[in-house]
């Protein structure tokens, strides 16, 4: 057994410094100005110890992962689906596929309730959960050939607690789908930049593709130099495009990007992965990662201050403009994608399984990927919170609150305590060059302007147009790659589904199946999409109130196969590791459920919204945000299905996490009764590095492969 050398003791004893004192400046800073940098430091932090220390953990002592077994990507390589990528690759994919729109959107509504309220569920949520959910998941779906969560949950809980997995998940994945597609047509719709930058970024991924596996196969380093040096090019071409002849060539109406978003969605579900999947969504983590590093790096140069309050009176009252609720349960459900998200765990049990070289990875892409995405999170709460509080509340508020007038939207506004001028609004909305920013609900416009503060405070503030357009594109490529592995994710769980009833479906990668199954998930999400673009109060938009708890619902659903599989495989001892997070996830979504079904509070519960529309229609009123009396019908339509399906969707998680407590309790009384859907050992031949780095002992394991000798194994 190693011991610790004292450089080592020193070095991590100075990370641990420096995240504690992140820690203390920000519980303990009340009334004075705090700078955003503790933020930063407490975060990166508490990320360091929590990878070093608790990931290595659970890896090797609880998973007890194993480099000598073949992965799925390994035995039933095909090309298509089944494909071993190198780690660094599909790392890249990974982050990609699961950083959406949460991330970016969820902190930024949430900071209506302070700075620290989001910053401890974010860094804690993500070490305790978030990343140990997407990592679990990555290893048991690893060790069964890629399966599904939904199928995984049919196979080790039964087929009644199964079919409810298998029924919420893919329900929740359409509605999943549905928002961030809406949110990437929302940020492209009339860009011209942003259009061209991103539609560049599919040719450049086919060229990197081919690279890698005809031109120069392994030159994952030449590779990532042309893919970085192209995307540059391409984000620079954009807004020349934008400001040349060709830019009404490459302005889309909504209805249009929605054909193109569902052609794309389709073509990425079944070309092989090799091809376009993996190669775009290692070409967008580059432009990711990188704005995230350059705004971290920002704040450091800069020391912007926190302008919003630690805590807000909304934290109490529950009353806020932004979303209404009190802190519990809503900012657990708002903050979704960063802390825990069950989005995530169709993304480890989909793609990710199939393609991923060695079980000892599992740490770095589904942990460290989730650490990764963390970062985006706070960076986002950052961005928001070091924003006037005033321009916070003005652009996040509904018209219907503040009005359309800066001046309505000052003494709105400083109603609540936030004092801004009329003339600040103003100089705002000119600085970026928009026309207003009343009312730009959403969080990503907040988080540009954001963005833009941080970056012109370096650059110069002439720059702040510039960083606030780049912002709005590099929101809608974050989102674009989730929406893609997710189509791709969604087809596998309707071929799982589907292969229990006829079962050459149960072949992935069987073409009439990809085929039939990739049109009816892009068709499903495609309808819904395109009639919330069409109708204001129709498609998505009628689920989009349900986006955040059907995201954290579904994280009960895999915490809960996680814990079942833990007890099932002998691990009981350690199934704390993922059941104190089910126990958690389950109390905060089940009671955000209770409220949206049965407040009595018009802004929270559905039924109750119900009855204020419907009572109004009948004595032939017209209330906000309804416009015409058909307006307000389909409010009530709404609002019966939202509390409809909240209660089926809540109902459903139940029904798993009872099931899953039945087969653990059962397992512990009569183990011999328990089976598991493990596929058979087989000894691997590939040899490759568990983490971004070799070590020294990979590095000669390398060398001996390459050699064509064995290497002394410990």
């Given at each position: ?35 955003a ?97 997407d ?5 048991f ?7 599904s ?16 997995a ?14 961030l ?84 969605g389709?073509?990425a ?19 990711k990662?990188g ?14 201050t ?10 109490s ?32 049990s ?42 916070y ?5 509904p ?10 939207a ?61 912002a ?8 674009l ?117 049965f ?15 419907q009572?109004?229609?009948d ?55 328990s ?6 050992y ?14 020294r ?18």
């Amino acid at each position: 057994m190693r011991t610790a050398n004292a450089r080592t003791i020193v070095i991590w004893t100075l990370v641990a410094l420096v995240g504690a004192s992140g820690w203390t400046v920000l519980a303990l800073s009340r009334g004075e100005e705090v700078s955003a940098a503790w933020m930063v430091a407490a975060a990166l932090g508490t990320y360091a110890i929590a990878y070093r220390f608790y990931a290595k953990f659970i890896a090797y002592k609880v998973l007890k992962v194993d480099k000598t077994r073949a992965t799925p990507a390994e035995r039933l390589d095909n090309g298509i689906d089944f494909h071993p990528t190198d780690r660094r690759v599909l790392l890249g994919h990974h982050f990609a596929a699961i950083a959406g729109a949460g991330p970016l959107v969820g902190p930024v509504l949430a900071a209506q309730m302070g700075y620290l309220p989001g910053t401890i569920w974010i860094i804690v949520g993500v070490i305790f959960a978030g990343a140990v959910q997407d990592m679990v998941v990555l290893f048991f779906s690893t060790r069964r050939d890629g399966r599904s969560l939904g199928q995984m949950a049919r196979e080790e809980i039964g087929p009644f607690g199964g079919a409810a997995a298998l029924l919420a998940a893919f329900a929740i994945m359409i509605i999943l789908l549905g928002v961030l597609a809406l949110v990437v047509v929302n940020a492209l719709a009339a860009s011209p930049w942003g259009t061209f930058s991103i539609a560049m970024t599919i040719p450049i991924a086919l060229l990197m593709g081919f690279y890698l596996r005809v031109l120069r196969p392994g030159r994952v380093a030449e590779v990532s130099l042309i893919g970085v040096a192209l995307l540059l090019l391409a984000l620079v071409a954009g807004r020349w495009v934008a400001e040349s002849s060709w830019a009404d060539t490459f302005t889309l109406a909504p209805s249009t990007l929605v054909i193109w978003l569902v052609a794309y969605g389709f073509i990425a579900s079944i070309l092989p992965v090799w091809m376009l999947l993996a190669p775009r969504d290692y070409l967008s983590t580059f432009m990711k990662i990188g704005t995230i590093v350059l705004l971290a790096l920002g704040v450091v140069m800069a020391l912007p201050t926190l302008k919003m309050d630690a805590v807000t009176d909304f934290a109490s009252r529950g009353d806020g403009p932004v979303f209404a609720g009190s802190l519990f349960p809503f900012v657990f459900i708002t903050i979704a994608c960063g802390a825990l998200s069950g989005f995530h765990s169709l993304i480890s049990s989909g793609t990710t399984p199939k393609m991923i070289q060695k079980e000892t990875q599992v740490r770095m892409i589904g942990y460290g990927s989730m650490l990764m995405e963390s970062s985006v999170a706070v960076m986002a709460l950052v961005a928001a919170s070091i924003i006037d509080p005033g321009l916070y509340f003005a652009m996040n508020a509904p018209s219907g609150v503040i009005g359309t007038t800066v001046e309505n939207a000052s003494q709105v506004v400083g109603s609540w305590g936030y004092q801004i001028s009329p003339a600040d609004l103003a100089a705002a909305a000119e600085s970026v060059e928009e026309s207003t920013l009343l009312s730009r609900t959403g969080g990503a416009p907040t988080l540009a302007v954001g963005v833009s503060q941080i970056f012109s405070e370096v650059t110069g503030s002439g720059l702040k147009a510039f960083w606030y357009h780049f912002a709005i594109m590099f929101e809608a490529l974050f989102i674009l790659t989730a929406l893609d592995a997710g189509t791709r994710v969604g087809r596998f769980m309707l071929q799982d589904t589907l292969g229990n009833i006829y079962r050459p479906f149960k072949n992935v990668s069987w073409k009439p199946g990809l085929v039939i199954t990739s049109a009816i998930v892009c068709g499903l999400w495609g309808y819904f999409l395109w009639v919330g673009v069409h109708e204001p109060l129709g498609g998505i938009n009628q689920l989009f109130p349900i986006f955040g708890i059907s995201n954290q619902l579904l994280a009960a659903v895999a915490l809960a196969v996680c814990t079942t599989l833990l007890v099932k495989s002998g691990r009981l001892k350690w199934a704390w590791i993922t059941g104190i997070p089910l126990a958690w996830d389950a109390t905060v979504t089940l009671t955000a459920s209770w409220q949206k079904v049965f407040s009595s509070d018009p802004k929270v519960g559905f039924f109750k919204q119900r009855q204020v529309f419907q009572d109004a229609i009948d004595r032939g009123e017209i209330l906000p945000p309804a416009k015409t009396m058909d307006d307000m019908h389909t409010v009530v339509t709404n609002s019966t299905v939202d509390g409809v399906l909240s209660a089926v969707l809540a109902l459903l998680i139940v029904v798993v996490i009872v099931d899953a407590t039945r087969v653990c309790v059962r397992h512990i009384r009569r183990p011999a009764l328990s089976t598991l859907s493990e596929a058979p050992y087989v000894e691997s031949k590939i040899v490759a590095p568990a983490g971004l780095f070799p070590t020294r002992e990979e590095k000669e394991e390398e060398r001996h492969a390459a050699l064509g000798t064995a290497a002394p194994r410990d």
